[in-house]
């Protein structure tokens, strides 16, 4: 168990760029949730995958955003025309859900997106 | 509304002294109460969690933290803080089968040595 990989750390990019980042979860783990946190604010939910399907997408979650997780595994985060607000930490993590086991989220370190 | 409510944006603590952070929450279904830290430039570590039994439940690094139904309350304490300690303390929501959890807005832990 090596914990919830994301790549990369932070990346800077000017606005109007695509930018893409991954995720790496607990090989078990068959649930996969992106995150956006801004300073001084808790974890905003954006998108869940259960195995590669993404079953809830959030309002946060503009046409710019796109997720995928294909042969639930990994997933990666894209986001096209990047914006001065979509400067923040984008978090995720992985669960392991079943009918008698509590979906305990484990997260990776985040990607600290910065648009210039 | 589902809402947490962590009413102290910072919180200033002598190394050795004890800490108890706050959460409140409103939730409609049965609440399963998390606290999470953070350190800076991190990700979140799960402290410690609770879903039925003893509302008294102790997690990692030697934090507890107490479940009051009537107070819908789940404060976090510490009976003797590091200087290791200091982080951002998070608290969250969520009911079994709901993927989704609610957060608060973060308690930031200063450690004044």
């Known amino acids: 168990d090596t914990g919830v990989s994301q790549d990369p750390r932070h990346k800077i990019t000017k606005r109007g760029q695509n930018v893409t980042f991954r995720c790496d979860p607990i090989?078990?783990?068959?649930?996969l949730y992106w995150y956006r946190q801004t300073l001084g604010q808790g974890p905003e939910f954006l998108t869940y995958?259960?195995?590669?399907?993404?079953?809830?997408k959030s309002r946060l979650l503009s046409d710019r955003f796109s997720a995928e997780r294909p042969k639930g595994s990994f997933s990666t985060l894209e986001i096209q025309r990047t914006e001065q607000g979509d400067s923040a930490m984008y978090l995720c993590?992985?669960?392991?859900?079943?009918?008698?086991?509590?979906?305990?989220?484990?997260f990776g370190a985040g990607t600290r997106l910065s648009v210039l | 509304a589902q809402s947490v409510t962590q009413p102290d944006i910072h919180i200033t603590v002598s190394e050795g002294a004890s800490l108890e952070l706050r959460c409140n929450y409103s939730?409609?279904?049965?609440?399963?109460l998390f606290w999470y830290v953070q350190s800076p430039g991190q990700g979140l570590q799960l402290l410690l969690k609770?879903?039925?039994?003893d509302t008294l439940v102790q997690g990692i690094k030697g934090f507890e933290a107490e479940f009051k139904r009537s107070q819908s309350s789940f404060n976090l304490r510490k009976p003797s803080v590091h200087w290791s300690d200091a982080a951002e303390y998070f608290c969250a929501v969520g009911a079994w089968g709901n993927y989704q959890l609610i957060w608060g807005a973060g308690t930031k832990l200063i450690i004044k040595p």
């Open positions: 609770y879903f039925s039994g």
């Open positions: 939730y409609g279904a049965t609440p399963y």
């Open positions: 995958f259960q195995n590669e399907a993404q079953l809830e």
């Open positions: 090989s078990e783990h068959n649930r």
């Open positions: 993590a992985s669960s392991f859900v079943a009918t008698s086991v509590w979906n305990i989220q484990y």
